[in-house]
């Protein structure tokens, strides 16, 4: 079993940076493939994916995003860290961020069905 748990989030005015992180407990080193990505909510939208990034460190982004966001990762022995460095942040990246890892190649998916395992969020709030 995966757990996933995000941290990082909090209140912040625009303009400025943020770094969320994730760790992925569970999560076997001799998986041949995994990917990770960061989605994010607002209360009555749909989930949107942001950024994904897979084992041989293959990175996608949402299009509108790109520039702003970087996503990276690191491997420990049973354990995968996911990290979303968002810079010059607007009012409209207020949302509850999460993390996702899924058990194979996803090619970048950015589509929040394709993950398995979810974290509890983070929230990001940017005031103006």
């Known amino acids: 079993q995966v757990h996933v748990v995000e941290s990082g989030g909090g209140e912040l005015q625009a303009g400025g940076s943020l770094t969320l992180s994730c760790v992925a407990s569970g999560a076997e080193t001799h998986w041949r493939n995994y990917c990770m990505g960061w989605f994010r909510q607002i209360p009555g939208k749909a989930r949107e994916g942001i950024a994904a990034i897979d084992l041989n460190g293959r990175t996608r982004y949402r299009e509108s995003l790109q520039g702003r966001f970087t996503i990276s990762r690191e491997r420990a022995e049973n354990t995968l860290v996911l990290q979303l460095n968002m810079n010059n942040l607007e009012v409209d990246d207020s949302a509850m961020y999460y993390c996702?890892?899924?058990?194979?190649?996803?090619?970048?998916?950015?589509?929040?069905?394709?993950?398995?395992?979810w974290g509890q969020g983070t929230q990001v709030v940017v005031s103006s």
């Open positions: 996702a890892v899924e058990r194979s190649q996803c090619y970048g998916s950015l589509e929040s069905f394709v993950y398995e395992y």
